[in-house]
């Protein structure tokens, strides 16, 4: 098993030259700022998300050309295991650098009352926080061992994988990105260590609270964003923005004996 990157001099232990990354929900809140900051790091980006025409293709192509890097996009909903699949075998032919790494920004949240909760509203979100994750990862994974690539997967989860929310009733949110943390780690268990194909490091992020559309609804209210913020050491909301250089670090060789870890990112709430 080749374990070199420690004899990789500090200043490349970061750098992403010569390797492409796949993100899914790259148009989202988190996913766009990271696209950029990794085509800044010099690595081919290759985004998934669900508009046919999406918004900013030629100013992320333009930092792209900026970097020397490439920047690809496919319309895929992350759901449908075909369109994933033949979308991921699709974008990884004709690569000029392998696929080296794989961040899935794909998610949705939802508060109802539990006794209240339509059941095809908790399927809808977690087909696509859980099994939207896992399909991209598969076919993401499926790429990286036809190529013989070592590679680095990064899940966001959450801290509501951890705990409750004061405030919200998010049962099934939380619940699916518990599940996403488990699945990090279960993947790491199968693929770090396999004989007929190079490692795959498998971790994930879990953010803290963030000023997204996803939490917008909650934020309007005075007494949750009260609580909220008393819940943070930082006395804070965070930014998308904060979690580039955490999720760079985790696709990097930097972090090359880092695996089945949740990396969490939240301002201190769940350190009390």
């Known amino acids: 098993m080749d374990n070199s990157a420690y004899k990789i001099p500090t200043k490349d232990l970061f750098k992403l030259q010569n390797r492409t990354i796949l993100v899914s929900g790259g148009l989202g809140g988190v996913g766009s700022p990271l696209i950029i900051s990794i085509l800044e790091s010099g690595a081919d980006v290759i985004c998934l998300d669900l ?32 369109q994933v699949s033949k979308g991921i075998q699709q974008a990884v032919k004709g690569l000029r650098h392998p696929l080296r790494g794989v961040v899935t920004t794909a998610g949705i949240s939802g508060e109802f009352n539990a006794v209240d909760y339509p059941p095809e509203d908790f399927r809808r979100l977690f087909d696509l926080n859980v099994t939207g994750t896992f399909l991209v990862v598969q076919a993401a994974a499926r790429g990286m061992r036809e190529q013989k690539a070592a590679g680095s997967v990064v899940l966001i989860a959450s801290m509501s994988g951890s705990v409750a929310n004061k405030g919200v009733n998010t049962a099934a949110y939380n619940s ?71 999720i760079l670090f985790m696709l990097s060789d930097g972090s090359s004996f880092m695996t089945g870890a949740d990396l969490r990112c939240d301002g201190g709430h769940t350190a009390w």
């Open 51 to 82: 508009p046919e025409h999406p918004p900013d293709l030629e100013r992320f192509h333009t930092i792209a050309t900026e970097n020397g890097a490439l920047y690809f996009y496919y319309s895929v909903n992350v759901t449908d295991a075909d």
């Open 176 to 246: 699916s990105k518990a599940a996403v943390q488990q699945l990090a780690r279960s993947l790491a268990a199968e693929w770090g260590n396999q004989s007929d194909s190079p490692p795959i490091r498998v971790n994930s992020i879990s953010p803290g609270y963030i000023f997204t559309r996803l939490t917008t609804g909650a934020l309007a209210r005075p007494e949750v964003k009260a609580q909220w913020l008393d819940g943070s050491m930082l006395g804070r909301f965070s930014h998308a923005e904060e979690y580039r250089a955490p």
